[in-house]
C-alpha cells in the first residue's frame, strides 16, 4: 500500500448518507474494510499483476473485488448495517462496477493516517492483505515499499496491517477480519488475539531476506500455492460472517497500547548494505507518530533497533 498515492486522489463515495441496507430502527454495526492487493489468491507476482502497466492488472482488480465481495455479503448476513470499503493498493485496485452496491468505496484521504478511517466505526477488517518485511514463507512481502527492513513501534515490529490496526485501536475500533497469505494470517493472529484470519495462498520460500538490497528484495518472495478464487471467496464470506458475529457476543480486537510512542523505521541499503534507520516519538498518539515524517540517517552496528532483528 502506498498511501502517498492514494492520498492524492478524492473519495469516491460516502459523504454522510446512509449507505444501502442501514436500518435506522437498530443499533448501528459500521464496517470500514482496508484492502490491497498483494495477498489475493491468483495474484501471482508485482510485475505480471500488481501495476497498471502489467498484462493482468484488470484480471487482478477483479479477483480482489471480488473478493472484498466476499467479505461484504459475510459482514452482512452477520448484522453489519454499512460497509465502507478502502481502496489501498498504491496505483488503485478495485473495479466499482463490480463492487456490491451494498459497500461504498473510499479512494484518497483527507489526512495520511489513519486512512480514512474514524470515530464511529465499529469494527475494521483487511482483504488482499500481504505479510510484512522479512517474513519467512511470506508472498510478496512488504512494509510500504522494499526499500523496508523493518518498521517497528515501542519495540513491536508490525507492517501495513499492524500500523492501522494501531491506529484503529487508539480510536476504541476493533479489527476483527483479515485475509491474505498464510504468513499474514499468522501475523494478523499474533498482534491481535482473537482476530479472524482467512488464507487464501501460501509462500515457499524461506528466510527473511536481510541480505537483499530493495530490488532484490522485490524480486525474492514471488513463489507460493493458491487457493482457486472461487474457493478464496467462500472461505472469506464464512471467515466474515463468523467476525461480526463473535464480535457482537466477544470482546476482541483491541492492542494494548501504552503511551508514549517510538517508531523505527529501519531501511535497507545496496545489497543489504549502507542500511539506515529513522526514529521518531510522540507523547500520546499512534496517529500523530505515522503521521510524521521520516528522517533517516546512519545506522549504528549496535543500535537497539537492529539487535533486536538479530535477537528475534
Excluded at 523505521?265 to 526514529?279: C, E, Q, V
Aim: proline content about 5%.
Amino acid at each position: 500500500m502506498s498511501d502517498q498515492r492514494a492520498s492524492d486522489e478524492v473519495t469516491a463515495l460516502g459523504c454522510g448518507w446512509a449507505a444501502p441496507g442501514i436500518s435506522q430502527g437498530r443499533h448501528d454495526m459500521k464496517v470500514y474494510l482496508m484492502t490491497d492487493l498483494e495477498g489475493v489468491a491468483g495474484v501471482l507476482n508485482f510485475e505480471d499483476w500488481c501495476t497498471p502497466q502489467s498484462r493482468y492488472y484488470e484480471m487482478a482488480k477483479e479477483f480482489l473485488t471480488e473478493e472484498v465481495n466476499a467479505a461484504v455479503a459475510g459482514f452482512y448476513a452477520a448484522g453489519a448495517t454499512s460497509v465502507l470499503v478502502a481502496d489501498g493498493h498504491g496505483y488503485g485496485a478495485l473495479n466499482p462496477k463490480l463492487l456490491d452496491p451494498r459497500a461504498e468505496l473510499l479512494r484518497g484521504w483527507a489526512t495520511s493516517w489513519p486512512l480514512g478511517l474514524e470515530e464511529g466505526y465499529d469494527l475494521i477488517a483487511w482483504v488482499g492483505q500481504h505479510a510484512k518485511a522479512r517474513t519467512p514463507c511470506a508472498h510478496l512481502a512488504h512494509t510500504q515499499g522494499f526499500n523496508y527492513l523493518d518498521l517497528s513501534i515501542n519495540g513491536v515490529s508490525i507492517g501495513e496491517f499492524g500500523q492501522l490496526a494501531m491506529c484503529a485501536s487508539e480510536l476504541g475500533i476493533r479489527a476483527v477480519f483479515a485475509s491474505g497469505d498464510k504468513a499474514f494470517s499468522e501475523e494478523a493472529r499474533a498482534l491481535v488475539t482473537g482476530i479472524e484470519a482467512v488464507a487464501v495462498k501460501r509462500g515457499n520460500r524461506p528466510g527473511t531476506g536481510d541480505e537483499c538490497g530493495a530490488e532484490t528484495y522485490g524480486k525474492r518472495n514471488l513463489g507460493a500455492i493458491h487457493l482457486q478464487p472461487e474457493l478464496a471467496r467462500a472461505r472469506i464470506r464464512e471467515g466474515a460472517e463468523r467476525a461480526v458475529r463473535r464480535a457482537r457476543t466477544e470482546s476482541f480486537g483491541l492492542i494494548p497500547l501504552k503511551a508514549p510512542f517510538e517508531r523505527a523505521a529501519l531501511f535497507r541499503g545496496k545489497d543489504g548494505s549502507g542500511r539506515t534507520i529513522s526514529r521518531e516519538s510522540h507523547p500520546t498518539s499512534v496517529i500523530a507518530l505515522m503521521g510524521m515524517p521520516f528522517k533517516p540517517g546512519p545506522l549504528a552496528p549496535d543500535d537497539p533497533a537492529l539487535r533486536r532483528l538479530t535477537d528475534g
